[in-house]
Protein backbone atom coordinates (compact mmCIF):
# COMPACT_ATOMS: atom_id res chain seq x y z
CA UNK A 1 0.00 0.00 0.00
CA UNK A 2 1.25 3.89 -0.91
CA UNK A 3 1.93 6.15 1.52
CA UNK A 4 -1.29 7.75 2.50
CA UNK A 5 -0.54 9.95 5.45
CA UNK A 6 -0.34 13.52 5.51
CA UNK A 7 2.38 15.36 4.17
CA UNK A 8 4.65 18.29 6.26
CA UNK A 9 2.30 21.32 5.86
CA UNK A 10 4.17 24.04 3.72
CA UNK A 11 5.00 27.00 4.81
CA UNK A 12 2.11 28.98 3.85
CA UNK A 13 -1.72 28.24 2.82
CA UNK A 14 -2.25 29.59 -0.77
CA UNK A 15 -4.73 31.72 -1.71
CA UNK A 16 -7.07 29.62 -2.67
CA UNK A 17 -6.74 27.15 0.19
CA UNK A 18 -7.34 30.36 1.98
CA UNK A 19 -10.07 30.85 0.03
CA UNK A 20 -12.16 27.74 0.47
CA UNK A 21 -11.38 27.31 4.19
CA UNK A 22 -13.36 30.78 4.78
CA UNK A 23 -15.76 29.82 2.52
CA UNK A 24 -16.50 26.57 3.87
CA UNK A 25 -16.49 27.78 7.69
CA UNK A 26 -18.74 30.64 6.43
CA UNK A 27 -21.45 28.05 5.33
CA UNK A 28 -20.45 25.20 7.77
CA UNK A 29 -19.63 26.87 10.62
CA UNK A 30 -19.60 24.27 13.41
CA UNK A 31 -17.41 21.75 11.52
CA UNK A 32 -13.44 22.10 10.88
CA UNK A 33 -13.44 20.92 7.48
CA UNK A 34 -10.12 18.49 6.89
CA UNK A 35 -8.03 19.94 3.65
CA UNK A 36 -6.08 18.21 0.79
CA UNK A 37 -4.72 19.48 -2.34
CA UNK A 38 -4.17 17.33 -5.58
CA UNK A 39 -1.94 18.74 -8.12
CA UNK A 40 -2.25 19.63 -12.16
CA UNK A 41 0.50 18.40 -13.92
CA UNK A 42 2.78 19.02 -17.70
CA UNK A 43 4.03 16.10 -19.90
CA UNK A 44 7.32 16.29 -20.91
CA UNK A 45 7.19 13.42 -23.42
CA UNK A 46 4.80 10.58 -24.62
CA UNK A 47 2.01 12.70 -26.47
CA UNK A 48 -1.50 11.03 -27.03
CA UNK A 49 1.08 8.04 -25.66
CA UNK A 50 -1.64 6.85 -22.60
CA UNK A 51 -4.54 5.58 -23.92
CA UNK A 52 -1.90 3.10 -26.79
CA UNK A 53 -0.62 1.74 -23.88
CA UNK A 54 2.90 3.72 -24.12
CA UNK A 55 5.09 5.80 -21.36
CA UNK A 56 4.61 8.93 -20.39
CA UNK A 57 6.89 11.53 -18.53
CA UNK A 58 4.79 14.35 -16.45
CA UNK A 59 5.95 16.57 -13.77
CA UNK A 60 3.13 17.24 -10.99
CA UNK A 61 3.07 21.19 -10.45
CA UNK A 62 2.82 23.14 -7.64
CA UNK A 63 -0.87 24.41 -8.72
CA UNK A 64 -4.12 22.37 -8.31
CA UNK A 65 -7.30 21.92 -6.34
CA UNK A 66 -7.75 22.18 -2.89
CA UNK A 67 -11.06 20.81 -1.21
CA UNK A 68 -12.48 21.33 2.35
CA UNK A 69 -14.19 18.13 3.07
CA UNK A 70 -16.55 17.29 6.23
CA UNK A 71 -19.40 14.48 6.61
CA UNK A 72 -23.06 15.90 7.03
CA UNK A 73 -25.64 14.65 9.02
CA UNK A 74 -27.90 13.53 6.45
CA UNK A 75 -27.83 11.49 3.53
CA UNK A 76 -27.07 14.62 0.72
CA UNK A 77 -24.14 15.13 -1.19
CA UNK A 78 -23.54 18.77 -1.51
CA UNK A 79 -20.31 20.11 -4.15
CA UNK A 80 -19.59 23.76 -4.58
CA UNK A 81 -16.99 25.29 -6.61
CA UNK A 82 -15.20 28.71 -5.91
CA UNK A 83 -13.57 28.81 -9.41
CA UNK A 84 -17.11 28.02 -11.07
CA UNK A 85 -19.38 29.83 -8.61
CA UNK A 86 -21.49 26.87 -8.31
CA UNK A 87 -23.37 24.55 -5.97
CA UNK A 88 -24.58 21.04 -6.57
CA UNK A 89 -26.37 18.78 -4.15
CA UNK A 90 -28.56 15.72 -4.30
CA UNK A 91 -29.34 12.90 -2.00
CA UNK A 92 -26.83 9.57 -2.29
CA UNK A 93 -30.23 7.42 -3.59
CA UNK A 94 -31.06 9.68 -6.42
CA UNK A 95 -27.34 10.55 -7.53
CA UNK A 96 -27.14 7.44 -9.63
CA UNK A 97 -30.02 8.12 -11.83
CA UNK A 98 -28.95 11.35 -12.84
CA UNK A 99 -27.79 12.53 -16.22
CA UNK A 100 -24.05 12.62 -16.13
CA UNK A 101 -24.00 15.19 -19.24
CA UNK A 102 -26.46 17.68 -17.29
CA UNK A 103 -24.13 17.73 -13.89
CA UNK A 104 -21.45 20.21 -16.10
CA UNK A 105 -18.39 20.91 -13.95
CA UNK A 106 -20.18 18.75 -11.00
CA UNK A 107 -19.86 15.46 -13.18
CA UNK A 108 -16.16 15.34 -11.99
CA UNK A 109 -16.77 15.39 -8.24
CA UNK A 110 -19.92 13.76 -8.60
CA UNK A 111 -18.40 10.50 -10.99
CA UNK A 112 -15.97 10.27 -8.62
CA UNK A 113 -18.45 9.73 -5.42
CA UNK A 114 -20.45 7.51 -7.50
CA UNK A 115 -17.57 5.25 -9.32
CA UNK A 116 -16.47 4.95 -5.17
CA UNK A 117 -19.59 4.06 -3.98
CA UNK A 118 -19.72 1.34 -6.05
CA UNK A 119 -16.86 -0.33 -4.17
CA UNK A 120 -17.81 0.70 -0.88
CA UNK A 121 -20.59 1.80 1.34
CA UNK A 122 -21.51 5.20 1.48
CA UNK A 123 -24.62 5.95 2.73
CA UNK A 124 -23.36 9.65 5.03
CA UNK A 125 -23.73 12.61 3.13
CA UNK A 126 -20.98 14.85 2.55
CA UNK A 127 -19.78 18.49 1.89
CA UNK A 128 -17.23 19.18 -0.80
CA UNK A 129 -16.04 22.76 -1.37
CA UNK A 130 -13.42 23.37 -4.23
CA UNK A 131 -11.04 25.81 -5.15
CA UNK A 132 -8.32 25.49 -7.93
CA UNK A 133 -5.00 27.87 -8.97
CA UNK A 134 -4.27 25.96 -11.51
CA UNK A 135 -5.88 27.22 -15.09
CA UNK A 136 -8.63 25.68 -16.00
CA UNK A 137 -9.04 24.04 -19.35
CA UNK A 138 -5.33 25.22 -20.27
CA UNK A 139 -3.83 21.23 -20.59
CA UNK A 140 -2.16 21.47 -17.17
CA UNK A 141 -4.34 19.00 -16.15
CA UNK A 142 -7.18 20.77 -13.90
CA UNK A 143 -9.51 18.13 -14.27
CA UNK A 144 -7.54 15.26 -12.66
CA UNK A 145 -6.63 17.85 -9.89
CA UNK A 146 -10.39 18.02 -9.07
CA UNK A 147 -10.93 14.11 -9.25
CA UNK A 148 -8.17 13.15 -7.03
CA UNK A 149 -8.62 15.94 -4.98
CA UNK A 150 -12.23 14.27 -4.36
CA UNK A 151 -11.05 10.85 -4.28
CA UNK A 152 -8.34 11.50 -1.42
CA UNK A 153 -10.81 13.67 0.79
CA UNK A 154 -13.38 10.83 0.61
CA UNK A 155 -11.15 8.29 1.54
CA UNK A 156 -9.90 9.42 4.28
CA UNK A 157 -13.44 11.03 5.90
CA UNK A 158 -14.88 7.44 4.93
CA UNK A 159 -11.65 5.92 5.98
CA UNK A 160 -11.73 3.62 3.00
CA UNK A 161 -8.26 2.74 3.05
CA UNK A 162 -7.44 3.06 -0.78
CA UNK A 163 -4.00 3.23 -2.09
CA UNK A 164 -3.05 5.73 -4.37
CA UNK A 165 -3.05 3.83 -7.88
CA UNK A 166 -6.63 2.72 -6.84
CA UNK A 167 -7.62 6.04 -6.68
CA UNK A 168 -6.08 6.76 -9.67
CA UNK A 169 -7.97 4.53 -11.11
CA UNK A 170 -11.00 5.45 -9.75
CA UNK A 171 -10.35 8.77 -11.09
CA UNK A 172 -10.11 7.91 -14.31
CA UNK A 173 -12.76 5.35 -14.28
CA UNK A 174 -14.91 8.25 -13.13
CA UNK A 175 -13.82 10.51 -15.72
CA UNK A 176 -14.34 7.78 -18.74
CA UNK A 177 -17.91 7.45 -17.51
CA UNK A 178 -19.02 10.50 -15.88
CA UNK A 179 -17.00 12.78 -17.73
CA UNK A 180 -17.33 10.99 -21.29
CA UNK A 181 -13.70 11.68 -22.10
CA UNK A 182 -11.76 8.92 -23.16
CA UNK A 183 -8.79 9.46 -22.03
CA UNK A 184 -5.45 7.35 -20.85
CA UNK A 185 -4.33 7.31 -16.70
CA UNK A 186 -1.45 10.01 -17.19
CA UNK A 187 -3.08 12.59 -15.44
CA UNK A 188 -4.77 10.88 -12.87
CA UNK A 189 -1.62 8.86 -11.94
CA UNK A 190 0.58 11.86 -12.09
CA UNK A 191 -1.83 13.91 -9.60
CA UNK A 192 -1.70 11.00 -7.57
CA UNK A 193 1.76 9.75 -7.84
CA UNK A 194 4.07 12.58 -8.51
CA UNK A 195 7.49 12.99 -6.05
CA UNK A 196 8.74 16.47 -5.55
CA UNK A 197 11.89 17.16 -8.19
CA UNK A 198 11.52 15.13 -10.95
CA UNK A 199 9.25 13.18 -12.92
CA UNK A 200 7.04 10.17 -13.09
CA UNK A 201 8.10 7.10 -15.72
CA UNK A 202 4.35 6.06 -16.14
CA UNK A 203 4.28 2.47 -18.02
CA UNK A 204 0.48 2.74 -19.23
CA UNK A 205 0.30 -0.44 -20.67
CA UNK A 206 0.56 -1.66 -16.56
CA UNK A 207 0.58 1.19 -14.79
CA UNK A 208 3.87 0.34 -13.44
CA UNK A 209 5.84 3.50 -12.75
CA UNK A 210 9.28 4.55 -11.92
CA UNK A 211 10.74 8.42 -10.48
CA UNK A 212 13.10 10.29 -12.87
CA UNK A 213 15.04 12.72 -11.41
CA UNK A 214 15.56 16.08 -12.78
CA UNK A 215 18.20 18.25 -11.67
CA UNK A 216 17.05 21.50 -10.66
CA UNK A 217 20.67 23.54 -11.73
CA UNK A 218 20.53 21.64 -15.08
CA UNK A 219 17.25 22.94 -16.90
CA UNK A 220 14.11 24.63 -15.77
CA UNK A 221 10.70 24.35 -16.93
CA UNK A 222 9.08 27.18 -18.31
CA UNK A 223 5.30 27.00 -19.15
CA UNK A 224 3.95 28.82 -21.54
CA UNK A 225 0.35 29.44 -21.24
CA UNK A 226 -1.40 30.64 -24.44
CA UNK A 227 -4.61 31.58 -22.73
CA UNK A 228 -6.29 29.46 -26.06
CA UNK A 229 -8.96 27.65 -23.50
CA UNK A 230 -10.83 24.45 -25.02
CA UNK A 231 -12.44 22.04 -23.66
CA UNK A 232 -11.51 18.24 -24.44
CA UNK A 233 -14.88 16.99 -24.83
CA UNK A 234 -15.60 19.89 -27.38
CA UNK A 235 -12.15 19.03 -29.24
CA UNK A 236 -11.18 15.95 -31.40
CA UNK A 237 -9.48 13.84 -28.55
CA UNK A 238 -12.27 11.08 -28.10
CA UNK A 239 -11.85 11.14 -32.57
CA UNK A 240 -7.94 10.78 -31.97
CA UNK A 241 -8.86 7.41 -29.72
CA UNK A 242 -10.66 6.07 -32.15
CA UNK A 243 -8.40 6.78 -35.06
CA UNK A 244 -5.88 5.22 -32.87
CA UNK A 245 -8.08 2.21 -31.88
CA UNK A 246 -9.07 1.49 -35.67
CA UNK A 247 -5.36 1.35 -36.35
CA UNK A 248 -4.36 -1.16 -33.63
CA UNK A 249 -7.47 -3.51 -35.24
CA UNK A 250 -5.61 -3.40 -38.71
CA UNK A 251 -2.27 -3.97 -37.36
CA UNK A 252 -3.60 -6.56 -35.47
CA UNK A 253 -4.92 -8.38 -38.58
CA UNK A 254 -2.28 -8.34 -40.49
CA UNK A 255 1.38 -8.12 -38.33
CA UNK A 256 0.04 -10.60 -35.29
CA UNK A 257 -1.95 -9.68 -32.44
CA UNK A 258 -0.58 -7.51 -29.61
CA UNK A 259 -2.18 -5.34 -27.05
CA UNK A 260 -1.60 -1.88 -28.19
CA UNK A 261 -0.52 0.36 -31.08
CA UNK A 262 2.72 0.90 -28.99
CA UNK A 263 3.34 -2.51 -28.98
CA UNK A 264 4.12 -2.40 -33.21
CA UNK A 265 7.35 -1.06 -34.81
CA UNK A 266 7.70 0.79 -37.54
CA UNK A 267 8.68 -1.26 -40.02
CA UNK A 268 5.09 -3.34 -38.79
CA UNK A 269 3.54 0.11 -39.79
CA UNK A 270 4.75 0.29 -43.17
CA UNK A 271 3.95 -3.32 -44.24
CA UNK A 272 0.44 -2.55 -43.94
CA UNK A 273 0.57 1.18 -45.65
CA UNK A 274 -2.10 0.08 -48.52
CA UNK A 275 -4.32 -1.24 -45.95
CA UNK A 276 -4.72 1.73 -43.67
CA UNK A 277 -6.16 4.76 -44.31
CA UNK A 278 -3.81 7.85 -44.47
CA UNK A 279 -5.27 9.62 -41.04
CA UNK A 280 -4.76 6.76 -39.33
CA UNK A 281 -1.69 5.81 -40.84
CA UNK A 282 -0.35 9.47 -39.93
CA UNK A 283 -1.45 8.78 -36.01
CA UNK A 284 -0.59 5.39 -35.70
CA UNK A 285 3.07 7.15 -36.89
CA UNK A 286 2.74 9.63 -34.25
CA UNK A 287 2.60 6.75 -32.03
CA UNK A 288 5.14 4.58 -32.68
CA UNK A 289 7.45 7.12 -33.15
CA UNK A 290 6.71 8.77 -29.65
CA UNK A 291 6.82 6.03 -28.47
CA UNK A 292 10.70 5.43 -29.11
CA UNK A 293 11.36 9.14 -28.44
CA UNK A 294 10.10 8.26 -24.95
CA UNK A 295 12.47 5.85 -24.12
CA UNK A 296 15.66 7.33 -25.67
CA UNK A 297 14.36 10.36 -24.12
CA UNK A 298 14.55 8.74 -20.79
CA UNK A 299 17.88 7.73 -21.15
CA UNK A 300 19.15 10.82 -22.33
CA UNK A 301 17.22 12.80 -18.64
CA UNK A 302 19.30 9.64 -16.53
CA UNK A 303 22.65 10.54 -18.11
CA UNK A 304 22.23 14.24 -18.05
CA UNK A 305 22.42 14.80 -21.36
CA UNK A 306 19.60 18.16 -21.56
CA UNK A 307 20.83 18.42 -25.39
CA UNK A 308 19.38 14.99 -26.52
CA UNK A 309 16.34 15.30 -24.38
CA UNK A 310 15.99 18.66 -25.90
CA UNK A 311 15.81 17.28 -29.53
CA UNK A 312 13.54 14.78 -28.68
CA UNK A 313 10.91 17.21 -26.91
CA UNK A 314 10.84 19.40 -30.05
CA UNK A 315 10.21 15.95 -32.58
CA UNK A 316 7.44 15.60 -30.50
CA UNK A 317 6.16 18.45 -31.02
CA UNK A 318 6.68 18.37 -34.67
CA UNK A 319 5.17 14.74 -34.57
CA UNK A 320 1.81 16.06 -32.34
CA UNK A 321 1.77 18.78 -35.05
CA UNK A 322 2.04 17.34 -38.44
CA UNK A 323 1.35 13.69 -37.85
CA UNK A 324 -1.49 13.96 -34.90
CA UNK A 325 -2.91 17.33 -35.75
CA UNK A 326 -3.44 18.38 -32.40
CA UNK A 327 -1.28 21.80 -32.57
CA UNK A 328 -2.81 25.04 -33.51
CA UNK A 329 -1.02 28.36 -34.57
CA UNK A 330 -0.84 30.00 -31.02
CA UNK A 331 1.34 26.45 -29.60
CA UNK A 332 3.41 26.36 -32.90
CA UNK A 333 4.20 30.02 -32.10
CA UNK A 334 5.26 29.56 -28.79
CA UNK A 335 7.00 26.01 -29.24
CA UNK A 336 8.88 27.57 -32.25
CA UNK A 337 9.92 30.93 -30.97
CA UNK A 338 11.80 29.04 -27.80
CA UNK A 339 13.23 26.36 -29.42
CA UNK A 340 15.34 28.62 -31.96
CA UNK A 341 16.73 30.23 -29.02
CA UNK A 342 20.41 29.03 -28.24
CA UNK A 343 19.16 28.78 -24.00
CA UNK A 344 16.42 26.40 -24.68
CA UNK A 345 16.66 22.57 -25.05
CA UNK A 346 13.46 21.69 -26.31
CA UNK A 347 9.81 22.76 -26.76
CA UNK A 348 6.79 21.08 -26.93
CA UNK A 349 2.80 21.31 -26.33
CA UNK A 350 1.78 19.84 -23.10
CA UNK A 351 -1.48 18.03 -22.57
CA UNK A 352 -4.09 16.71 -24.85
CA UNK A 353 -3.01 20.15 -27.27
CA UNK A 354 -5.60 22.07 -29.12
CA UNK A 355 -4.83 25.18 -27.35
CA UNK A 356 -3.59 25.37 -23.58
CA UNK A 357 -0.14 25.57 -22.97
CA UNK A 358 3.27 24.93 -24.07
CA UNK A 359 6.51 23.79 -22.13
CA UNK A 360 10.47 24.96 -22.78
CA UNK A 361 13.18 23.15 -21.62
CA UNK A 362 15.63 26.24 -20.93
CA UNK A 363 18.72 26.42 -19.42
CA UNK A 364 18.70 27.74 -15.29
CA UNK A 365 18.69 31.30 -15.00
CA UNK A 366 17.02 32.06 -18.32
CA UNK A 367 13.30 31.91 -18.23
CA UNK A 368 13.03 35.43 -18.20
CA UNK A 369 14.67 36.06 -21.36
CA UNK A 370 12.88 33.15 -22.81
CA UNK A 371 9.74 34.52 -21.66
CA UNK A 372 10.39 37.83 -23.26
CA UNK A 373 11.52 37.18 -26.67
CA UNK A 374 8.07 34.28 -26.79
CA UNK A 375 5.61 36.68 -25.50
CA UNK A 376 7.12 39.19 -28.30
CA UNK A 377 6.82 36.81 -31.45
CA UNK A 378 3.37 35.96 -29.84
CA UNK A 379 2.08 39.52 -29.33
CA UNK A 380 2.80 40.38 -33.01
CA UNK A 381 1.21 37.30 -34.52
CA UNK A 382 -2.19 37.40 -32.37
CA UNK A 383 -2.13 40.60 -30.45
CA UNK A 384 -2.16 38.61 -27.61
CA UNK A 385 0.10 38.67 -23.79
CA UNK A 386 0.57 35.08 -23.08
CA UNK A 387 1.03 33.80 -19.52
CA UNK A 388 4.55 32.41 -18.44
CA UNK A 389 5.08 30.17 -15.28
CA UNK A 390 8.13 28.96 -14.10
CA UNK A 391 7.75 25.24 -12.63
CA UNK A 392 8.46 23.97 -9.58
CA UNK A 393 7.58 20.84 -10.02
CA UNK A 394 5.69 19.29 -6.91
CA UNK A 395 4.33 16.19 -4.98
CA UNK A 396 0.78 14.32 -5.65
CA UNK A 397 -2.17 14.63 -3.84
CA UNK A 398 -1.83 14.99 -0.18
CA UNK A 399 -3.61 16.46 3.53
CA UNK A 400 -2.70 19.47 4.24
CA UNK A 401 -4.78 19.75 7.22
C1 LIG B 1 -5.17 14.58 -21.92
C2 LIG B 1 -5.69 13.24 -21.43
C3 LIG B 1 -4.54 12.29 -21.11
C4 LIG B 1 -3.56 12.20 -22.28
C5 LIG B 1 -3.17 13.59 -22.78
C6 LIG B 1 -2.36 13.54 -24.06
O1 LIG B 1 -4.50 15.24 -20.91
O2 LIG B 1 -6.49 13.41 -20.28
O3 LIG B 1 -5.03 11.03 -20.77
O4 LIG B 1 -4.09 11.40 -23.30
O5 LIG B 1 -4.30 14.39 -23.03
O6 LIG B 1 -1.10 13.00 -23.85
Redesign the pocket.
Given at each position: MADQSPMPESQQLSKAAEQVLAAFQKAVPRVKPLLCFAPGRV?LL??????NGGD?LPVAVDQGVYVAAAMRSDARVSVCSLNEQARFDCDIDELASLAANRLGWAAYPIGVFLVMSKKVEMHQGVDLWFAGDVPIGA?L?S??ALELATAFALNELYQIGFDRVELARIA?QA?NEYVG?D??????FASALAASGGALLLHCRDGSFEQVPIAADQVEILVMNSLKQRS?GETG?NDR?RECAGALRVLQEECGHRAFLCDYQQQDLESVAGKLDPVAHKRARHVILEMQRVQKGVQSLRSGDLSRFGEAVNASHRSTAVDYE?SCPELDVLTESASSLPTVFGSRLT???FGGCAIALVKPGCSSEVSEVVAESFRCRFGVEPAFYVLRSGLGMRRIS
Open positions: NGAHLDYVGSSAHELCGIMDQLFVVGAG
